[in-house]
Each structure stands twice: as C-alpha cells, then as structure tokens.
C-alpha cells in the first residue's frame, strides 16, 4: 500500500468505506476493518497502517478499492465494462487479482481485450484483433493513440470500404498497449461505436428499443418508401444482414413490440437497439423491387445447372466468392464452371424480359 492509497483510505474512513468486500469503520475505540478472511478489531492509526503493510491479502482488498474509486474516473457504462472486463461481479479481489497477474482476457467482437495488474493495483488494458491472438506481439503494428482505432476499422483485410463498423471484417495485425481504462473504452468505441452504452443500457433494463414500424415512419427524402416494404420482406432483410455473419450486434428490434421477426437473432454481447443506416439504405433498394410484379419464365435446365445456379448464390450470398479457386471446377461458382452456364444458357437469352 503506497503513500496515495492510505492518505485516501485514511479521509474516506470517517464516512466509512465498503467496497468489493472491505469494509472500514472508524469508531470511538479506532479503526474496523474487515475482509471476507479477516476481522481487525479497534486498532489505532498506527496498527492499521502496520497491519495493511504486513498483510497483502488486505493491501489488495486496498488497492482495488482505491482504483476503482479513487483513480477511475470515467461515466457508470464506461465504468460497468471496465469491471466486466475483469469479472468484478463474479469474483472476488484475491481470485481476481491472482487471475489478472497472467492477464484476464475477454471478445468484444473481433476485438480481444486483455486486462493486467499494474503497480499498486492499477490495472493496463492491451487490446488486438481475436486473430492475433497468438500472434508474437513484434510481429503486430502497435498503436498507442486510441484514435487510431478509426483508421484500423474503416477498411477490410482486402482493403475494401467497411459500411457496418459491426461486421465481422475487422482487419487484424495491430495492437494497443498498455492502455488505461478511460483510452481502452476510447478506442473500442472507435472500434464500435455506441456498443459499450448500449450494452450498459440493456444491463440495466433501460435499451430504447425502436423497432422497425416506428423507424420506417420516421424516415424522410428518398428513405420514406421504406414504410412500404412488406413485413416478410423486413425478416428477409433481417436475414440478409442482421445475422452473425453479417453484423456481431444482437438484433432486439421487431416489426413492432408484439410482433417478432422470426429470424435469428445472433449471439453477439452487444445489442443493436434499432434497424441501422445501412439496413434502412438496403430497404430501400428491396422496397423498389418488391413493388415489381413476378412474372413465370421458362428456361431449360440440367438438374446439376438447376443445382449450379443456387451454388452461386450460395457463394455470393456467404462472400465466398474469392476463395474458390480457379482451378476447382467440380464447385458450381467457380468463375469457369460459371462462364460456361452463362455462354450455354444465357448467352442468347434476354433474361431481364424473358424474351429471346
Ligand atoms: S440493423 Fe442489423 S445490420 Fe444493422 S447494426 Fe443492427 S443488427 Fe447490425
């Protein structure tokens, strides 16, 4: 215990402190103390002090005290995912600390985080992509400023515009060290914005849920058609981008509040509290669509070209696309096997009127 924590400890025992399992009283006769293991009776200053030098299970009861209260200054969700992070609800201080001396490490996503005990009871925060796990730190770019998280999440591993900051496409190959709390929060909500309150929100019972009636009657400009799309279409939709693959939120928004969409809702830890812009853009497109009329065409197919068309829909559908390989003919979406029904089938045939 340092000079900073028993000052601290010292003023917060005339109120009285509990916390994570301490417990300090200041009577007439001296000072209480308590842990889960142990009860001090009435000691004076002195033996106080003496005792919490001499006794590291207490210390630690300490500085965990005095970092989550005295050094964390940051909002109650930043503060409720910090003690997440740790598994402050679940574990007591000395089950944490002997954990967090290794390093705890939880997903958030694609993201890794990996919380170590500092001096004194401080805790640093390392953050990397769940691929890099493994990965020999000097082989990954480290960051240092939070900020950077934008740039890492703005473009995929092929270097395509990432849309949906949520979608499973974060790039790996980086990591921040020895982040405090207040920048690990930081950088992760650069990572994923709004995630942490949301998170927070829902915890605490108090997540806005704006299902997708009232978000599509809120929509304005070329987006106000979306009202129309038809409510099997919005679980297509659901379908199409909402789920795991697709986006790590956990979609909690309905067509309304007493009618569920009946598709699944992914497994992610964070919550998506309303249909978001790039679902609202997509609907957009599907509404146009879906106002068409279908018509019957008729087209002469082999069971296996029948079996090769949903092939690559398949493939296109799950971004496969690029990694099958040009030399593997017997799959029905390589590119040849794919030139070859468009120049047999459709090379004469205007597809769009159904006409040749
Ligand atoms: S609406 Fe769907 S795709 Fe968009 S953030 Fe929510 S879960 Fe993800």
Known sequence: MNEAQWGALRSAATAGVSFDGLVLEQTGEGFVLETPAERYEPVGEAALREMLAGDEDAASFVSNWYYWTQVLDVAADRYAYLRWLEHADERDVPTRYEKLADG????????????????????????????????????????????????LSTYDDGGRYRPLKTAPSLAPGWRFADLDGPDLVRAVDFFYPATVSNWHREREGELDVSHWRPTAERQTGIYEIVEGLPDAAVGWAAEACCVDSQCLKRREWDLDENTELDVARGEGEFPCREPCSLLIAAAREWTELEREETRTYELELTPSEREQIAEIVDAVADGRVDEIREADVGDGANRYRARYLRAKRFGALDVADGEE
């Open 104 to 151: 705890v490490t939880r997903e958030w996503g694609q993201l890794l985080v990996t919380v170590q005990l500092g001096e004194a009871g401080q805790r640093r925060y390392n953050l990397r992509h769940v691929a890099d796990r493994d990965a020999d730190p000097t082989a990954l770019d480290e960051r240092t400023d939070p900020r950077d998280a934008r740039d």
